[in-house]
C-alpha cells in the first residue's frame, strides 16, 4: 500500500503571502490530521478532517484553514503568512476517527518563510 | 492542559545495550499510547502502540504502559547505530484524533 503523500515537500514564500499545502492520505483511509513541527514547539495539532468534516481543532489562528474532498484527500491553508509560520507541516492520515486507531504521517512540506 | 512529558535527553548507549526511554502524561482519560521514531530531516514514523496496562513485545522493541502511574515506556534491546534518532511519545483518547506529543527524546547509540 502506498504511505500517505503530501506536496509540494519544500516551499518559499514571503511575508503576507497565503500557501496552500496537500495530502493523500494511505487508500481507505478517512482521516487526516495536520501538525506543525518547529523545534521549540515540537509536534502542534491543527486539525483533523473525516468524512469532509473537521471534527477537532488546536490552538492555531484562524489563519490556518483546511478541508478535506470526498476521496479523502485534504488541503491545508495558511493566509497572512509570517515569519513564525515557517516550519515543517506534516499531515497524518487514520483509518477511522476515534477509538483505538494508529496514524501514520506523510514526508511532511518544508515551509521557509522570508 | 494535556501534557506529554519527556526526558529531552540526550541519551547514548553503546551499541548492544538496552536503551530506556521514558513518558509521562497528564490526561487520565487517555486510551492510546504510541511511539515515534524520527531521524533527522525525516517525518515521524510509528513503531509501537500500546492500549492495555502491561508490556507490548515487537522484535527489539517492547513498549510498557502503566495507566496507575501515567507512565509509558519504551525499551530498544540490542541497540544498533541506527536506532540513533528522536523518539517522540504520543497520547489520545478515545474520542477524536487528536494526538499530543512528548517533545521527544534524542537518542545516540555509539558504536
Known amino acids: 500500500k502506498a504511505g500517505v503523500t503530501q506536496t509540494p515537500r519544500y516551499l518559499i514564500k514571503t511575508r503576507g503571502q497565503q500557501v496552500t499545502l496537500s495530502c493523500s492520505p494511505i487508500s481507505g483511509h478517512r482521516s487526516v490530521s495536520w501538525y506543525q513541527q518547529t523545534p521549540g514547539q515540537g509536534l502542534q495539532f491543527l486539525f483533523e478532517?473525516?468524512?469532509?468534516?473537521?471534527?477537532n481543532k488546536g490552538n492555531f489562528p484562524g489563519r490556518f484553514s483546511g478541508r478535506q474532498f470526498s476521496n479523502s484527500r485534504s488541503e491545508m491553508n495558511v493566509s497572512t503568512l509570517e515569519l513564525g509560520d515557517s516550519a515543517l507541516y506534516l499531515c497524518?492520515?487514520?483509518?477511522?476517527?476515534?477509538?483505538?486507531?494508529?496514524?501514520?504521517f506523510g514526508p511532511g512540506t518544508r515551509l521557509t518563510v522570508t | 492542559q494535556k501534557e506529554v512529558e519527556q526526558n529531552s535527553g540526550p541519551l547514548s548507549v553503546p551499541e548492544g545495550a538496552i536503551a530506556s526511554l521514558n513518558c509521562t502524561y497528564s490526561d487520565r482519560g487517555s486510551q492510546s499510547f504510541f511511539w515515534y521514531r524520527q531521524y533527522s530531516g525525516k517525518s515521524p514514523e510509528l513503531i509501537m502502540s500500546i492500549y492495555s496496562n502491561g508490556d507490548k513485545e515487537d522484535g527489539r522493541f517492547t513498549a510498557q504502559l502503566n495507566k496507575a502511574s501515567q507512565y509509558v515506556s519504551l525499551l530498544i534491546r540490542d541497540s544498533q547505530p541506527s536506532d540513533s534518532a528522536t523518539y517522540l511519545c504520543?497520547?489520545?483518547?478515545?474520542?477524536?484524533?487528536?494526538?499530543?506529543f512528548g517533545t521527544g527524546t534524542s537518542l545516540t547509540v555509539i558504536p
Open positions: 497524518a492520515s487514520s483509518p477511522r476517527t476515534g477509538g483505538f486507531n494508529e496514524q501514520y
Open positions: 504520543a497520547v489520545k483518547t478515545n474520542t477524536g484524533n487528536q494526538f499530543y
Open positions: 478532517y473525516f468524512s469532509e468534516t473537521q471534527r
